[in-house]
T-cell receptor, first 110, second 113 residues
């Protein structure tokens, strides 16, 4: 079993749709969580950190459920520019490293 | 800051040749990571350094791969000899602490013929 698993995708949605991605992790000692975005042929970039209380940044909402060991990303009113691959990242302070999921590809169509 | 700098951006070489990829992390960052990305295997962590010391190299595929970090501002990833299956995009990333936000370089796109 992979340490970090994501919805396989791809997700193809129309503009304006709401889409949600889930990610599960196996190491209960994980302490920090992130969502990264990667555009085609570009490097991954931080989209947002995920806090225990949940957090929102405009149209994006991230949630963490420690008991069930999963995190989620919700995108409301999706735009064409949201088309990208979204990577779930789980970090362990003790190990001093982060583990990336394989990513979920989103395509927003007109 | 210019961000993480990688060179070369593109490399095309023939099987059996030595390839050296270079990375300059963001000044002040103490953790550096080398990743490989392919369509088949996604983003794989090869090795990471903390304060210039290799901490975990379990992701290095085989002895043909080696990485060094002689100082806080420079790291190399070497493949010798290279094989066609090494073709991938190689990313270098740095962070302040291994569990904080990682900043990625633009990557080196390696093609081994």
């Amino acid at each position: 079993r992979k340490e970090v698993e994501q919805d396989p995708g791809p997700f193809n949605v129309p503009e304006g749709a709401t889409v949600a991605f889930n990610c599960t992790y196996s190491n209960s000692a994980s302490q920090s969580f992130f969502w990264y975005r990667q555009d085609c042929r570009k490097e991954p970039k931080l989209l947002m950190s995920v806090y225990s209380s949940g957090n929102e940044d405009g149209r994006f909402t991230a949630q963490l459920n420690r008991a069930s060991q999963y995190i989620s990303l919700l995108i409301r009113d999706s735009k064409l520019s949201d088309s990208a691959t979204y990577l779930c990242v789980v970090a362990n302070t003790n190990a001093g490293k982060s583990t990336f999921g394989d990513g979920t590809t989103l395509t927003v169509k007109p | 800051d210019a961000g993480v700098i990688q060179s070369p951006r593109h490399e095309v070489t023939e099987m059996g040749q030595e390839v050296t990829l270079r990375c300059k992390p963001i000044s002040g960052h103490n953790s550096l990571f080398w990743y490989r990305q392919t369509m088949m295997r996604g983003l794989e962590l090869l090795i990471y350094f903390n304060n210039n010391v290799p901490i975990d190299d379990s992701g290095m595929p085989e002895d043909r791969f080696s990485a060094k970090m002689p100082n806080a501002s420079f790291s190399t990833l070497k493949i010798q000899p290279s094989e066609p299956r090494d073709s991938a995009v190689y990313f270098c990333a740095s962070s302040l602490g291994g569990d904080n936000e990682q900043f990625f370089g633009p990557g080196t796109r390696l093609t081994v013929l």
